[in-house]
Structures are given as C-alpha cells and as structure tokens.
Nanobody, 124 residues
Framework: QVQLVESGGGLVQAGGSLRLSCTAS????????MGWFRQAPGKEREFVVC????????YYSASVKGRFTISRDSAKNTVDPQMNSLKPDDTGVYYC?????????????????WGQGTQVTVSS
C-alpha cells in the first residue's frame, strides 16, 4: 500500500505563510490524483485542495481559493500546498491523500491512501 508522509506544519501568525509537503517512499506520486483535507478542533474533516496526475488541473475550496496554491515537484516526488495570508480559521490538522480512482476529489471517501497529518496553528 501507499504510505504518505506530510511535513511543513507549524505555528505562524495571521497573515503569514507556510508550505506543506507530501511524499511517499517507493511510490511515484505523479501516478495518483492527490488531495489535501483539514480538520479543526471540534469540526468535521473538510476538503481543501486537489490536483490532477499531471498537475495541470487544480481545484480549491472557496475558503482557501486565492490564498493557497498547490503544485507538484516531480524531481522531489512531492505535492506541495503553498499557504499564504493565513487566518486563525485555517488552524487544524492537515492530511494528504491519494487515489487511483476517477471519482470526485472533493469527497474524502474517494481516496485510497492517507498520511498521518501535520498540525497547522495560526495565531491572531
């Protein structure tokens, strides 16, 4: 099975930036459609962003569109969300996910594989 590993989380002030990264040992992430979800304390897990196998197509939730940008780095075998203009409401555990399927990527049920999550905390 695919084992995903997230990194890059941390504590940042409102208005600041973080860059997360997702990779997998022994697997080429370009073979998978990828997504990121987040879960805030006391809230359900929600869709954040997804990216096609080629990296040519991306889709963002309304809450992050214009502030977050996702890209693939094939040389490093990573999928990297760049998160700018961070708000306290962006606080949560961020999860990387991968799928071999063709169903809608905004649903967490679509994904076959998940990472352990990385904590993002945005202070005011």
């Amino acid at each position: 099975q695919v084992q995903l590993v997230e990194s890059g989380g941390g504590l940042v002030q409102a208005g600041g930036s973080l860059r997360l990264s997702c990779t997998a040992s022994g697997r080429t992430l370009n073979n998978y459609r990828m997504g990121w979800f987040r879960q805030a304390p006391g809230k359900e897990r929600e869709f954040v962003v997804c990216i096609s196998r080629s990296g040519d197509n991306t889709y963002y939730s309304a809450s992050v569109k214009g502030r977050f940008t996702i890209s693939r780095d094939s040389a490093k075998n990573t999928v990297d969300p760049q998160m700018n203009s961070l708000k306290p409401d962006d606080t949560g555990v961020y999860y990387c996910a991968a799928t071999t399927g063709d169903l809608r990527l905004t649903s967490d049920g679509t994904y076959n594989y998940w990472g352990q999550g990385t904590q993002v905390t945005v202070s005011s």
